[in-house]
């Protein structure tokens, strides 16, 4: 498969899709989208939200999902952005925010890679997060009541050794 064929096979099997792909984000108002997208650490640049500026490549951030991912009522958002000049190998990154009682918008955590939201907890209720990237042995990050850190490695739902 190529191109657009593979780009297509990827989504289907649930993979973040391209900004390009922005009609995919939630539901959200405007007010909420730029607030998130500048907590985010993103700016605008030829029409579209960019976290990492230096990377000449990069189609853009995009907001990938917005839910409540640890029961508190206050949703959190997953912001994503492609490149491998700020993400590596990976080719991806992550940005995880969390709206505040205030109704402003924090960062939880960031990284380079592809999260994937586990159903084991850390702290509060948070869940674990898988970080895919190259390989068969994934990071997962567990939140430690004040950030998430890292774990254990898994593949496919079974512990595995990184090395």
Known sequence: MHGSAAILAIAMAGAI????????????????????????????????????????????AVIEQVRDLNGDGRPEAVVVEDGSFCHGAAGTGYTLLGRQPDASWKVIDFNSGVPEFLDTVGEGGWPDISVGGPGFCFPVLRWNGSAYVPDRHEYEGRRCDPE
């Open 17 to 60: 899709l391209p900004s390009s792909a922005s009609a995919q984000e939630p539901a959200i108002d405007r007010a909420d989208r730029v607030a998130i997208f500048k907590a985010a650490g993103a700016v605008q640049r030829d029409g579209r939200w960019v976290i990492c500026v230096d990377d000449p490549a990069t189609s853009g």
